[in-house]
């Protein structure tokens, strides 16, 4: 579960391990976060019935679980990530209507390649809100 800035929880985020060049445990706010999460009562949300063996089966089963998903393609494209409901999965490929700030769909699924998603989240505020307002493509 992600702490979010808002000091409480805010969705699910899956990260390469092999993208992952430095860890930094526990943050140097840990105990900053701690301390308001208890002042809150916030507990940490049970962790949702993910597969991790493959790319393919974390999609598949966040699709399942979650109204959108974000996926992010750091190397290419380091700034960004990519909003919408999953249409089809392939061994290697990914196929997502995309969902933009404005909550307006793209006419068609882009085509990802898994080797190239470095982080896939779910379950957050900014995807949830934007789900509430939006209509899906049929």
């Given at each position: ?17 092999k ?6 445990v ?54 960004e ?24 769909w ?6 990802y390649?898994?080797?190239q998603?470095?982080?896939v ?18």
């Amino acid at each position: 579960a992600i702490v979010g800035n808002g000091f409480r929880y805010d969705g699910y985020a899956c990260f390469r391990i092999k993208d992952v060049r430095s860890l930094e445990v526990p943050s140097k706010r840990c105990d900053v976060y701690e301390r308001v999460l208890k002042a809150r009562k916030l507990k940490i949300p049970p962790s949702p019935p993910l597969r991790f063996d493959t790319l393919k089966n974390l999609l598949i089963s966040a699709n399942k679980h979650f109204p959108f998903i974000a996926v992010a393609t750091e190397k290419q494209y380091p700034d960004e990530c990519y909003i919408g409901r999953i249409v089809s999965v392939t061994d290697k490929h990914l196929f997502l209507p995309q969902i933009d700030a404005g909550a307006s769909w793209d006419e068609t699924p882009y085509k990802y390649v898994l080797e190239q998603i470095t982080n896939v989240s779910m379950g957050s505020d900014y995807e949830n809100g934007l789900y509430e307002i939006s209509l899906f493509p049929n």
